[in-house]
């Protein structure tokens, strides 16, 4: 299968206080793979990275917000983590709504670390498998997921990992070849 994303936009819904590099690292395995991205944000202007969820890690331009955004726009989702940014995401109506939107409709969407909490707020990780940061494990059972200690994990359209430095590498591989797979007609 080519990895080959020409033509593709991905949508990275994220705000104030998301984790940087959970960011950047996808977004640059997508670029390098020929797709285009947004950052997609339930404001206007930049927002505000972080670097271990406390170091501040500069700014990153919004290209859309959510409330202006809809999953018919974009061929994939990514939910980066850090602690504060899907904690605010999952308060946020339109951004609720934004990843519903692509888990209905079987879109690829790829959540890194505390990614995932948006995704339970949707409630529409209900008997699915997935992975994610430690401390989260507990709400995503609660939501209904069957969860495991693994640095990434596919149940259909969704990819998750844990968000450790190593997980990365793995993770945008495969967010990658999901996005790729998604494009190429499937045997019936």
Not at 60 to 89: E, F, I
Not at 138 to 157: Q, S
Request: charged share 25%; glycine share 8%; net charge negative.
């Amino acid at each position: 299968m080519t990895t080959d994303l020409h033509g593709t936009t991905v949508a990275l819904l994220a705000t104030d206080g998301v984790e940087r590099v959970e960011l950047e690292q996808p977004r640059g395995a997508l670029h390098g793979a020929g797709a285009r991205t947004e950052v997609i944000s339930p404001h206007t202007g930049e927002i505000n990275a972080r670097q271990m969820d406390i170091d501040p890690a500069g700014t990153l331009t919004v290209d859309r917000t959510v409330a202006d955004a809809s999953a018919d726009d974009y061929d994939a989702l990514v939910l980066p983590g850090g602690a504060m940014n899907p904690d605010q995401l999952r308060t946020d109506p339109d951004a609720v709504d934004f990843a519903r939107e692509f888990m209905q409709a079987g879109k690829p969407v790829a959540a890194i670390c505390h990614g995932p909490v948006t995704l339970a707020e949707a409630d529409v990780i209900r008997g699915r498998r997935l992975t994610s940061w430690p401390s989260i494990r507990t709400d995503l059972r609660n939501a209904g997921a069957e969860v495991v200690e693994e640095e990434v994990v596919i149940d259909g359209n969704l990819v998750t990992s844990r968000g450790f430095p190593d997980d990365f590498a793995p993770f945008c591989a495969a967010l990658v070849q999901q996005v790729a797979k998604a494009r190429t007609p499937q045997p019936a």
